[in-house]
T-cell receptor, first 114, second 116 residues
Framework: AQSVTQLGSHVSVSEGALVLLRCNYS??????LFWYVQYPNQGLQLLLK??????LVKGINGFEAEFKKSETSFHLTKPSAHMSDAAEYFC????????????FGRGTSLIVHP | NAGVMQNPRHLVRRRGQEARLRCSPM?????VYWYRQLPEEGLKFMVY????????ESGMPKERFSAEFPKEGPSILRIQQVVRGDSAAYFC??????????????FGSGTRLTVV
């Protein structure tokens, strides 16, 4: 079985501040982990993914995430928030065995203040 | 190279009517996945289909919901006798048959169903 937990349904930051969105996973086999972004009234767009090649993963729009096995975490960060980063962010997990169907977290809404 | 196409973008149905949601996968993709998004609940897996075959429907409600992916044409998610609780955004993703667990799925823009 696999699952993800996203801590905080809403995160509010000021423009230029650090963005930190938390994701913890549970998986009985080595996981593959993903972050997706959803802008209002749009579909999900892949930001980045962890596939065991490197624990620090860089994605689009300046985002990155670090896989920490000991903490079962895959938190998403960006050094400096931009107004255009305001969106819903979803963490997802698939496992190295099985049907590879992603399981998503509940999402975190990022609010960026000027 | 078009992405995953869903239509309609918005659909309004009265209680008791039928809703038909369409999903055309990316070119070369033969696997389709349907998800439902309710406010504050994230995306919930509904069904996974290959052409002419349902692979996993563990997330589908037992009644009123059905899905198909014919040899020709788009995948269809059908909801019969809609109720207000069916109001949600429905998203479709597709993948090639060779995808592994590290595959990053591509999603369509969704169909937002409103039941009045």
């Amino acid at each position: 079985a696999q699952s993800v937990t996203q801590l905080g349904s809403h995160v509010s930051v000021s423009e230029g501040a650090l963005v930190l969105l938390r994701c913890n996973y549970s998986s009985s086999v080595p996981p593959y982990l993903f972050w997706y972004v959803q802008y209002p009234n749009q579909g999900l767009q892949l930001l980045l993914k962890y596939t065991s090649a490197a624990t620090l993963v860089k994605g689009i729009n300046g985002f990155e995430a670090e896989f920490k096995k000991s903490e079962t975490s895959f938190h998403l960060t960006k050094p400096s928030a931009h107004m255009s980063d305001a969106a819903e962010y979803f963490c997802a997990v698939t496992s190295s065995g099985g049907s590879y169907i992603p399981t998503f977290g509940r999402g975190t809404s990022l609010i960026v203040h000027p | 190279n078009a992405g995953v196409m869903q239509n309609p973008r918005h659909l309004v149905r009265r209680r008791g009517q039928e809703a038909r949601l369409r999903c055309s996968p990316m070119k070369g993709h033969s696997h389709v996945y349907w998800y439902r998004q309710l406010p504050e609940e994230g995306l919930k897996f509904m069904v996974y289909l290959q052409k002419e075959n349902i692979i996993d429907e563990s997330g589908m409600p037992k009644e009123r919901f059905s899905a198909e992916f014919p040899k020709e044409g788009p995948s269809i998610l059908r909801i019969q006798q809609v109720v207000r609780g069916d109001s949600a955004a429905y998203f479709c993703a597709s993948s090639p048959p060779s995808r592994q667990g590290n595959y990053g799925y591509t999603f369509g823009s969704g169909t937002r169903l409103t039941v009045v």
